[in-house]
């Protein structure tokens, strides 16, 4: 699936990724608000992670071959050093994934990576969603009958401190999507 990835990423617009159910495509490009969001969580992660640690933001993606998923977080939290790769990052290596939630396809980051991000092994996933001015953040993997999952849900709302991981950031003057259709509040 990863081949049919790379062949069509270039020739369609959005962005892919891989499940076990198959390939994610989410249509629309991100807007405004979402990158403006995921930039402003990159700077404000990069402001309290040591120097060794970068949020990172686009490729390469993060995948685990024998799982069978490939994911691209927004902003991944990840040593420099182990960014020293070549087509994709170990999951292992990734101490945080953040997501902005997408206006066109939320159930991926609500549903689809709360379930794959446990189950490849990121230690830490913080949902930030324009659409409500809400988010959570999702620790402490156990084992379940249905795989492994999150045991601790921290929610939150826009304006107040968040702690991911080891870090704490503020959520103050995060964008919002307007009525569902991208615009700023």
């Known amino acids: 699936m990863r081949d049919v990835v790379e062949a ?14 198959g390939i994610v495509h989410d249509l629309l490009s991100p807007n405004g608000p979402h990158e403006l969001t995921r930039a402003r969580l990159r700077k404000r992660l990069e402001d309290v992670l040591p120097q060794a640690m970068v949020a990172h933001t686009g490729k390469p993606d993060v995948a685990d071959e ?12 990840i040593a420099e050093a182990d960014m020293e790769v070549g087509e994709a990052f170990d999951p292992l290596t990734i101490r945080a994934a953040v997501e902005v939630v997408s206006r ?3 159930d991926n980051d609500w549903i689809g990576k709360v379930r794959d ?13 324009p659409r409500t001015g ?15 999952r999150y045991a601790t849900r921290k929610d939150f709302v826009y304006g107040e401190d968040v702690t991911i991981g080891d870090w704490t950031i503020p959520t103050d003057n995060l964008p919002r999507y307007k009525d569902g259709t991208g615009e700023q509040h």
């Not at 024998?66 to 691209?72: E, K």
């Open 104 to 106: 066109s396809n939320p």
């Open 8 to 21: 069509t990423e270039d020739a369609l617009p959005g962005k892919f990724e891989i499940t076990r159910e």
């Open 134 to 148: 809400t988010g959570a953040v999702l620790t402490d993997i156990h084992p379940t009958p249905e795989g492994p």
């Open 117 to 129: 991000y446990p189950l490849i092994g990121i230690p830490v996933y913080a949902v930030f969603d």
């Open 66 to 77: 024998a799982q069978g998923i490939m994911r691209r977080p927004d902003v991944m939290v």
